[in-house]
Structure formats: structure tokens, C-alpha cells
């Protein structure tokens, strides 16, 4: 039997709905790379989901004035229409709040870990603000990056994708504006610098851009971090009864390999039985941003290898720059955006994905405008009218060439797109559905 590929593009944070910047990175890319993989005949699994857990919700609830709960039924829902609209979907699609077997899967791999001693449960300095209390991680601390000195959160930079916390954040404040103040709990510690054999043989092995090659060198350089897999909070999957949270990125990464291994196997309930699962699982192709790329190019491999997963599942990462609105990055927070399921509810989802590959910001950072938008509609409508510019010979040639510009170790959907209207769609329609959705 044919090994299978996962395809999996980073859940998104509803703390707003999705607007063409999120469209244009992960989630038309990994659309567009599944449907043309099972084109070509490969057995494919696509996953997604949503990211409640972040405290980004809450912090957002506050500033609307409602419950997080409420905040996340709204927009919950709106990300999933949105990508519905978008034509997007995916065979899993993790869902933490409503699943109760999601969470318990996380909560008992975790614990198992940290029983058979893959992960320690140690002493650990943190940072709670000195003036509210707040513990200060992801959303509630803010600074300068350490890796390019860039105002960045908790988490990883946006600008060069470094891991920070409090602790190396350089001005590190509070939301509220106060300082940070040492706490020592007990938490699983996931010390990286123990997988270091095991994430440079899977490193190896896998295809990343030359950004994301450049942290990975920086990290066995100046030494790979201790992650803390759990905080002392109030947002989040419990861990334990002492009033911890399970920390989100260690959530996503253990929701990952458990979600796919019950995918595969459902009676499957323990590491040993998730790795057995994922021993049918040939490449794994993540779909992510560049603010995302130590989690997934760090984090996770580093969590599947205490779990137990063998290197080689890892086929690569497909990474994205930020798309811009009017010169500045597309922002929730900001309210800067053009909103998805608006965008899409007056244009052919066709054409909005026809652009956005067309411009997506992978190889460099590129930008929306709606003159843009539609001059390219209007000629992308002369231009199929004609049924393609090239002579027969050179129109198979092109197609050739989009096929293997759809292929994940070279994903470059622009470039097939340019070279299937060149060629004409009609010489090759499913590739050309597979970047429409059609």
C-alpha cells in the first residue's frame, strides 16, 4: 500500500475571521498542494483546525467587552465559513473546544511523557508581571525580539521567527505596562539541546526555505532552548490540578500527532499505539507562516521524537511571507483587513484564488489592492477567452512545468498558474482545478 501525505496548514487563532492575508498564506496553498497530489495519484490527508487556546481570545474578549466563549462562538463559525467560501477544506479538522477527545488525547500523551520520563517535570523560572499578577507569556508580554531586535510578543518574533519569553525579550513589559518579576513553578520541560541528533536527522532530511534553514543554524549555533509545556494560568486545557494550562504550541504539536494517528487508527489511545499509526504516514508537509516556523520546524519534531515517532516523517515545510494591505501586514488586532468571507461573498471564489497564488507571498512579501485585484480579473477573463498564447509544442512544455511547480518540495502555485494560462487551462484541467477549487 501506498504510504500517505499529510498535508497540514497552521489552525487559525479566532479571535477575528480570516481576511485574505491568512487566504494567501496557509490555507488556499495547502488546498491547492492536496488536490494536486491526489492528481498525480498520491493518497493525501489534509488537516486544520482551530486555535482557541491561545490567550490571544481572551485578551481580545476584554477588549470587546464579552466572554471568550462568546467571542469564539461568533468567530468560530465565521472562520469556518470563510473557508468553506474559499473552497477549502480539509479531511481533519480539529475542533478543541467542542472534542472532548481531543483534549483528553493531549492531556493523557502528555501525561504519559512525562511519566516514562521523555519530558521532565522540573523547577522552572517564569515571569508574572510585578504590577497585576498576570503570568507574562504569548499575548500578555511584549519587547524586542532577541534574534533581530524587532517589538515582539511572547511566542516567536513575526519578524525573523525567533522563540521568546519574557526572559529574553529585551524591554519585556506587561500589557499593563509593568514589569516582569521572577516566579519558579514546577512544569514539563521540554530541554531541546537532548533531541539535537534526532532534529538535525530530520532536518536533513526535510525541505525548508533558506529563512527558516538560517534559524534552525542559529539555534545549533547558540545552543536550542527549554520550552516550558505548561504554565501556571487560567486559558488553556488543564494540566494537572495545581492550576496549570497546557501551553498552546505544546498543545497543537501533541493535538497533531494524536489527531492524525486516531485518524488512522481509532482505537489508537497511547504514544506506542500513535507511533504504530504514524508508521503508515510516508511525508508530512507543514503549511505555515514564517512567525510560525520554529514551532513547527523546532517544537514539534521535537515532541514526536519523545513521543517516540521515528525521523523521516517529516517531508517539509512550505512557508509564506506576510501579505500587506496598503504597505502594512494584514492585522486582526488592527482591524486592518479585508475580511474573507465579505470579500468572497460579492467575487468568483475561482478568481480570489487565482490571485492569491498568483501573488502569494512566499518567495518574497507581497501586497493587496483591490485596482490590482480587479485589472488582473479583467485580464484573467480576456485571457481564458482566447484559450491560452502558445503553440502546441511549447503550451506542453509549460504544463509539464506547472505540474512540477505543484509538487510540495517546489510549491510555487504563481509560477503554475502563469504557466497554465500560457499553455491554456484547457490542455491541463486538473491542475487547473486544483488552483481554483473548482
Excluded at 29 to 46: E, F, I, K, S, Y
Excluded at 369 to 379: E, H, I, K, S, V
Aim: contains cysteine; negative net charge; glycine residues 12%.
Amino acid at each position: 500500500m501506498d504510504r500517505l501525505v499529510v498535508v497540514t496548514a497552521t489552525a487559525p487563532t479566532p479571535n477575528g475571521s480570516l481576511h485574505l492575508g491568512h487566504l494567501s498564506g496557509p490555507f488556499v496553498a495547502a488546498d491547492v498542494a492536496a488536490r494536486a497530489a491526489r492528481a498525480r495519484g498520491l493518497r493525501t490527508l489534509t488537516v486544520s483546525g482551530l486555535d482557541p487556546h491561545q490567550n490571544y481570545v481572551p485578551a481580545k474578549a476584554a477588549v470587546e467587552g464579552r466572554t471568550p466563549d462568546a467571542m469564539l462562538d461568533e468567530y468560530e463559525e465565521l472562520v469556518r465559513r470563510s473557508l468553506a467560501a474559499a473552497r477549502v477544506g480539509f479531511d481533519v479538522f480539529a475542533d478543541p473546544r467542542a472534542d472532548a477527545g481531543y483534549r483528553d488525547a493531549v492531556t493523557r500523551l502528555l501525561g504519559e511523557l512525562a511519566a516514562r520520563g521523555a519530558i521532565g517535570v522540573e523547577p522552572v523560572t517564569l515571569a508574572r508581571c510585578a504590577d497585576c499578577g498576570t503570568m507574562l507569556h504569548y499575548a500578555y508580554v511584549s519587547g524586542d525580539c532577541p534574534g533581530c531586535g524587532a517589538g515582539s510578543s511572547g511566542g516567536t518574533c513575526e519578524a525573523c521567527g525567533s522563540y521568546t519569553t519574557a526572559a529574553n525579550l529585551s524591554g519585556a513589559r506587561c500589557r499593563c505596562g509593568g514589569a516582569p518579576e521572577p516566579v519558579t513553578a514546577d512544569v514539563p520541560l521540554l530541554r531541546l539541546e537532548s533531541h539535537r541528533a534526532a532534529l538535525t536527522d530530520i532536518w536533513s532530511r526535510a525541505v525548508m526555505p533558506a529563512r527558516v534553514r538560517a534559524l534552525l543554524g542559529h539555534y545549533l549555533t547558540a545552543g536550542l532552548p527549554d520550552v516550558p509545556l505548561a504554565y501556571p494560568a487560567d486559558w488553556g486545557i488543564a494540566a494537572g490540578a495545581d492550576g496549570q494550562r497546557i501551553d498552546v504550541w505544546a498543545e497543537m504539536g501533541l493535538g497533531l500527532l494524536a489527531g492524525i494517528a486516531r485518524r488512522l487508527d481509532p482505537d489508537a489511545a497511547r504514544a506506542g499505539d500513535y507511533t504504530t499509526a504514524w508508521a503508515q504516514v510516508g511525508e508530512c508537509w507543514h503549511f505555515l507562516g514564517i512567525d510560525n516556523a520554529f514551532y513547527f520546524g523546532v517544537l514539534f519534531p521535537a515532541l514526536f521524537t519523545a513521543a517516540g515517532v521515528p525521523p523521516g516523517w517529516l517531508g517539509g515545510l512550505v512557508v509564506n511571507g506576510f501579505y500587506r494591505l496598503d504597505g502594512l501586514k494584514f492585522s486582526t488586532s488592527r482591524n486592518h483587513a479585508v475580511w474573507a468571507q465579505d470579500f468572497l461573498a460579492e467575487q468568483d471564489p475561482a478568481l480570489v484564488r487565482m490571485f492569491l497564488c498568483w501573488d502569494r507571498p512566499d518567495r518574497c512579501e507581497s501586497g493587496f489592492t483591490l485596482t490590482a485585484y480587479g485589472q488582473f480579473c479583467d485580464w484573467i477573463e480576456e485571457l481564458l477567452g482566447s484559450g491560452g498564447t502558445l503553440p502546441p509544442d511549447l503550451a506542453g512544455a509549460e504544463v509539464t512545468r506547472a505540474g512540477h511547480a505543484l509538487e510540495f518540495a517546489a510549491f510555487d502555485p504563481g509560477l503554475a498558474l502563469r504557466c497554465l494560462l500560457a499553455a491554456g487551462p484547457d490542455r491541463a484541467p486538473g491542475l487547473f482545478a486544483a488552483i481554483t477549487g473548482s
